[in-house]
Every structure is written in structure tokens, then in C-alpha cells.
Nanobody, 127 residues
Framework: EKLVESGGGLVQAGGSLRLSCAAS??????????IGWFRQAPGKEREGVSC????????YYADSVKGRFTISRDNAKNTVYLQMNNMKPEDTAVYYC???????????????????WGQGTQVTVSS
């Protein structure tokens, strides 16, 4: 199984994008997984952006995106979304989703604790 991200693109500062994370194989039921969104800008470490837990849909956000980004899931579509509003040039990065079975892990933004990853989708915010 693997994850597939979509929805990236080019947007002006202040604009919005919605990223999607779906399972490419029918055996990965995302409602049983905590899903994390991470991003990596050129020359920087991959950082946690947001996470939604598997059991109670509790959500977590990095301070840099609180109030602007919203994570949600649609179990019927087996998809997790990241709605990004009021975007800033510093949001420019490759965005990845990752899955942790029955998670989140003890530290939600510790990327090494996630088992499955997507290939990433590029998000570019112009000033």
C-alpha cells in the first residue's frame, strides 16, 4: 500500500488550496490510521504541519499554520484533506502525507514514527 497526495499547485499569497491524501491500495483503510501532513522546503528539514488521530479525530497543528490550515477526513472516500487558507510564501514546500496505524504516535510530528508515506505534492505560494 501507499499514499497518494494531490491538490498541490501555484497560488498567490492570501489564496487557498486543498490537498488530498488517499490510499492507492484497497487494503489501507485510513480511518484506522492517524494521518500526518508534513512539508519540506528546499534546504530545510521535513517538518510536521498537522495530524488527525485515528480514534477520535483529534487534530494537531504546527504553530505556523494554526488558524489558517484545517485537517479533516472523509471515511466514505477514504481520504484525508488539508485545507490551506490565507497562504504565505513561507508555506512553499513539497507536502507529504503519512500514516501511523492506530496513531498518532507519542509525538505527532516525529516523522520517523509514521509507517507509510506518499510521494509528495508541490505547493508554491507567490508573493
Amino acid at each position: 500500500e501507499k499514499l497518494v497526495e494531490s491538490g498541490g499547485g501555484l497560488v498567490q499569497a492570501g489564496g487557498s488550496l486543498r490537498l488530498s491524501c488517499a490510499a492507492s491500495g484497497f487494503t489501507l483503510d485510513l480511518k484506522n490510521y492517524a494521518i500526518g501532513w508534513f512539508r519540506q522546503a528546499p534546504g530545510k528539514e521535513r517538518e510536521g504541519v498537522s495530524c488527525i488521530s485515528s480514534s477520535d479525530d483529534r487534530t494537531y497543528y504546527a504553530d505556523s499554520v494554526k488558524g489558517r490550515f484545517t485537517i479533516s477526513r472523509d471515511n466514505a472516500k477514504n481520504t484525508v484533506y488539508l485545507q490551506m487558507n490565507n497562504m504565505k510564501p513561507e508555506d512553499t514546500a513539497v507536502y507529504y502525507c503519512a500514516a501511523d496505524y492506530l496513531g498518532p504516535p507519542p509525538v505527532w510530528d516525529m516523522r520517523d514514527l509514521y509507517h507509510y508515506w506518499g510521494q509528495g505534492t508541490q505547493v508554491t505560494v507567490s508573493s
